[in-house]
């Protein structure tokens, strides 16, 4: 609880805070808990709808934890065109990674594309797609 308090506070003053805390809240605990949820809404003076609202309505954010490595995977058209949907059939029902479909890592010349964490992979095909799988599990 103090590091959520020290969370919040870092943004004390700042126009908007919510996502930012909220992206904040997710980094050091990999979700965002109910316990975090009526914290940030009590400092900010919303109501806990509000801030689950926010909480539910975007990909970035997750009330529970899960273990496995995220993947966003590109899915814009760029990417498309270059065979990502085969890609993400192949990673369907991976156990140890979490596939996340984004659309567009500003890498369009290059597809298709996933990031990790902040690092980008671009010119993907099957074999460099499972080696960065392997590499995460």
Do not use: W
């Not at 809240?25 to 808990?33: C, D, F, I």
């Not at 809404?41 to 997750?62: C, I, Q």
């Not at 990674?97 to 990790?116: F, H, I, Q």
């Amino acid at each position: 609880m103090e590091r959520l308090n020290q969370i919040i506070a870092a943004h004390a003053g700042r126009e908007g805070p919510l996502l930012p805390i909220l992206h904040d809240v997710q980094a050091e605990y990999g979700h965002v808990s109910e316990e975090a949820v009526r914290a940030i809404a009590h400092a900010l003076n919303l109501s806990r709808t509000e801030v689950h609202g926010v909480v539910s309505f975007y990909h970035d954010f997750h009330a529970e934890p899960d273990s496995r490595a995220v993947l966003k995977l590109c899915q814009a058209e760029a990417c498309q065109a270059r065979g990502v949907e085969a890609l993400a059939a192949g990673l369907a029902d991976h156990p140890r990674v979490k596939v996340e479909a984004v659309y567009c890592l500003g890498l369009c010349t290059v597809g298709p594309n996933a990031m990790v964490g902040t690092t980008l992979h671009a010119r993907l095909d099957a074999a460099k797609l499972g080696a960065l799988v392997e590499a995460l599990a």
